[in-house]
């Protein structure tokens, strides 16, 4: 068996109506498309789906810790180098926290360029920022 990758990851907020219109842009910026569904919201591109639940009422105010068994980030690949910088143009544009800007970063691979950021300002208020990455490859790591 030779697994072909990630289908899908599904995120908890704490308030999806608050949450949704920051994955829309985002999101939306990286060709994810919403699609219907009939239990909670889920963006998709032909490779990958994203959705977001709500959290269950008595987790709403857990504080998250990246650190903490769980979801540590995810990030999401392009194709090319100037794609990651326009992320990051919309990231600045629309307030949104950049952890760590577009740059090489060999410690994570050959020709690993990415760009870091926190999915909004309010969760990190709360002590949930859940680090996001979107990357673009050269082919000595596998890129495609």
């Not at 939306?28 to 919403?34: E, Q």
């Not at 639940?53 to 392009?78: C, N």
Request: net charge positive; charged share 30%; hydrophobic share 40%.
């Amino acid at each position: 068996m030779d697994v072909l990758g990630v289908d899908h990851i599904d995120l908890i907020v704490n308030d999806l109506a608050r949450s949704a219109p920051f994955y829309e842009k985002v999101l939306g910026a990286l060709g994810f498309r919403r699609v219907p569904h009939a239990t909670y919201l889920v963006w998709a591109n032909a490779h990958l789906a994203i959705g977001l639940r709500a959290a269950a009422p008595a987790a709403r105010e857990a504080a998250f810790d990246r650190y903490r068994v769980g979801l540590h980030h995810f990030a999401l690949r392009v194709r090319r180098r100037d794609e990651v910088d326009r992320v990051h143009d919309l990231l600045v544009r629309d307030g949104i926290t950049v952890l760590d800007p577009p740059a090489e970063y060999p410690e994570y691979g050959p020709q690993y360029y990415a760009v870091f950021f926190r999915r909004s300002r309010r969760d990190e208020a709360r002590g949930r920022p859940l680090p996001v990455g979107v990357l673009a490859q050269g082919p000595e790591r596998g890129g495609r």
